[in-house]
């Protein structure tokens, strides 16, 4: 990738994305929320769209000179509501986190009762959080995961029927089941409550039709755009038609000034790319890819929040080794593997430490792995968890992963 100017004016900077360059061609990327972008996104991304300031919607600007975004921006409206089936999308949200308070600030009043997914069993932050807005300024009630590591519909409708909540989150960060998004439509109608999916995790294989989709059931569907939908970082709001004033009122000058163009761009660019038949094939595969890894950590005496995956991650539940997720994550990267420490459910250990490692792969799909290149990275990641302290051991595990990486190269045209 040519950074010329960046070299010219700042070399420190330009070395360090160099270096992130070969970092990110040498390791095996397992954090389930990354992906690799096409050439044809960074593009969008890096390009003098960055200049434009567009505060307001297409064709109802606060500023002069928006004829092209208006234009970028109305496409990439278009192609999100066509992709997921939408009668409304806002493109301008920053990010997965401002896509959610956007709803939030439209369908709720501080104080107002929200039930969403813990966070520690698999929820995100925005669902309800002590720690965050969702948390701080809204009364949450929380459901979280069974012992088999999958939503106990009952629950959360024996929960929502004592809470009584104005909104219901239903989508996760860290859940490996098909979520029955009808089921959680049965259960906010029966209380009165509006529907948010936030599907920021599964977005990919949802447009390409592998995981079912909220659109025909929830009021308001969130996503961000840089997970398993391939594109730049950043967030979408969709919603049903009635919504469609009073969220767009929400994201701008709700909660944010200008849109960013560029980043509008590339979406646009990833929601046409999601609509190829290359990516369904693409989407099918993560999921096979993730259920032969599920398979081989299995195999080789691993246990998995609740067993075999049927979306793009899982969690490896580190409990029975007496190994933290911090320790694993951190023995992972010295083998050449990227992955993020997470909370088992009913965890022993503090949210910084945890008992589990999530996994994920859309990024190594993006790459081309197939299944057998994921029974090899079961093999490494097993190999790490035996032979932790095992200096030579973890020498020959990180030759065998960079071996994979040299045979699956990113950005090579
Ligand atoms: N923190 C992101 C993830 O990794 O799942 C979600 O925002």
Same mark, same amino acid.
């Given at each position: 990738?040519?950074? !010329?100017?960046?070299?010219?004016?700042?070399?420190?900077?330009?070395?360090?994305?160099?270096?992130?360059?070969?970092?990110?061609?040498?390791?095996?990327? +397992?954090?389930?929320?990354?992906?690799?972008?096409?050439?044809?996104?960074?593009?969008?991304?890096?390009?003098?769209?960055?200049?434009?300031?567009?505060?307001?919607?297409?064709?109802? =600007?606060?500023?002069?000179?928006?004829?092209?975004?208006?234009?970028?921006?109305?496409?990439?409206?278009? =192609?999100?509501?066509?992709?997921?089936?939408?009668?409304?999308?806002?493109?301008?949200?920053?990010?997965?986190?401002?896509?959610?308070?956007?709803?939030?600030?439209?369908?709720?009043?501080?104080?107002?009762?929200?039930?969403?997914?813990?966070?520690?069993?698999?929820?995100?932050?925005?669902?309800?959080?002590?720690?965050?807005?969702?948390?701080?300024?809204?009364?949450?009630?929380?459901?979280?995961?069974?012992?088999?590591?999958?939503?106990?519909?009952?629950?959360?409708?024996?929960?929502?029927?004592?809470?009584?909540?104005? +909104?219901?989150?239903?989508?996760?960060?860290?859940?490996?089941?098909?979520?029955?998004?009808?089921?959680?439509?049965?259960? $906010?109608?029966?209380?009165?409550?509006?529907?948010?999916?936030?599907?920021?995790?599964?977005?990919?294989?949802?447009?390409?039709?592998?995981?079912?989709?909220?659109?025909?059931?929830?009021?308001?569907?969130?996503?961000?755009?840089?997970?398993?939908?391939?594109?730049?970082?950043?967030?979408?709001?969709?919603?049903?038609?009635?919504?469609?004033?009073?969220?767009? !009122?929400?994201?701008?000058?709700?909660?944010?000034?200008?849109?960013?163009?560029?980043?509008?761009?590339?979406?646009?660019?990833?929601?046409?790319?999601?609509?190829?038949?290359?990516?369904?094939?693409?989407? $099918?595969?993560?999921?096979?890819?993730?259920?032969?890894?599920?398979?081989?950590?299995?195999?080789?005496?691993?246990?998995?929040?609740?067993?075999?995956?049927?979306?793009?991650?899982?969690?490896?539940?580190?409990?029975?080794?007496?190994?933290?997720?911090?320790?694993?994550?951190?023995?992972?990267?010295?083998?050449?593997?990227?992955?993020?420490?997470?909370?088992?459910?009913?965890?022993?250990?503090?949210?910084?430490?945890?008992?589990?490692?999530?996994?994920?792969?859309? $990024?190594?799909?993006? =790459?081309?792995?197939?299944?057998?290149?994921?029974?090899?990275?079961?093999?490494?990641?097993?190999? $790490?968890?035996?032979?932790?302290?095992?200096?030579?051991?973890?020498?020959?595990?990180?030759?065998?992963?960079?071996?994979?990486?040299?045979?699956?190269?990113?950005?090579?045209?």
């Amino acid at each position: 990738m040519d950074i !010329k100017n960046i070299k010219k004016v700042d070399p420190q900077v330009a070395q360090q994305i160099e270096l992130e360059f070969e970092r990110q061609q040498n390791t095996i990327e +397992l954090i389930a929320s990354e992906n690799i972008t096409s050439l044809a996104v960074m593009e969008a991304s890096g390009s003098v769209l960055t200049n434009k300031y567009a505060e307001g919607k297409p064709y109802k =600007r606060f500023y002069n000179g928006c004829e092209h975004v208006d234009i970028i921006e109305e496409i990439a409206q278009e =192609r999100a509501k066509s992709l997921f089936g939408v009668d409304h999308a806002n493109v301008q949200p920053h990010s997965g986190a401002q896509a959610n308070m956007a709803v939030f600030l439209y369908a709720l009043k501080p104080g107002d009762k929200v039930l969403g997914m813990d966070l520690s069993n698999g929820g995100h932050l925005t669902h309800g959080s002590p720690v965050n807005f969702s948390g701080l300024y809204f009364d949450v009630a929380s459901y979280g995961v069974n012992e088999y590591g999958e939503i106990d519909y009952d629950d959360v409708r024996a929960k929502a029927l004592s809470h009584k909540p104005k +909104l219901i989150v239903c989508g996760a960060s860290n859940y490996s089941k098909i979520i029955d998004f009808k089921r959680f439509k049965e259960i $906010a109608d029966e209380v009165g409550a509006l529907l948010m999916a936030d599907i920021a995790h599964i977005a990919g294989l949802v447009a390409a039709g592998v995981h079912p989709s909220p659109a025909p059931y929830a009021d308001f569907v969130t996503t961000t755009t840089h997970k398993s939908l391939r594109g730049p970082r950043g967030g979408i709001t969709m919603c049903k038609a009635e919504h469609a004033a009073g969220v767009d !009122k929400a994201v701008f000058p709700g909660i944010q000034g200008g849109p960013l163009e560029h980043i509008i761009a590339a979406k646009a660019i990833a929601l046409h790319e999601a609509a190829q038949p290359e990516f369904k094939t693409y989407a $099918a595969q993560v999921i096979k890819n993730a259920q032969a890894l599920a398979q081989g950590l299995m195999d080789e005496g691993m246990d998995i929040v609740g067993g075999m995956t049927q979306n793009h991650l899982m969690t490896l539940d580190l409990r029975k080794f007496g190994k933290t997720g911090k320790d694993m994550a951190n023995v992972l990267e010295q083998v050449g593997i990227t992955a993020n420490k997470n909370t088992v459910p009913n965890d022993p250990q503090s949210p910084f430490v945890t008992s589990g490692v999530r996994l994920g792969t859309p $990024a190594v799909t993006t =790459r081309g792995f197939k299944e057998d290149d994921m029974v090899e990275v079961a093999k490494i990641i097993a190999g $790490a968890v035996f032979a932790s302290d095992n200096e030579q051991g973890l020498k020959n595990l990180r030759e065998r992963a960079l071996k994979l990486c040299k045979r699956y190269p990113i950005y090579v045209d």
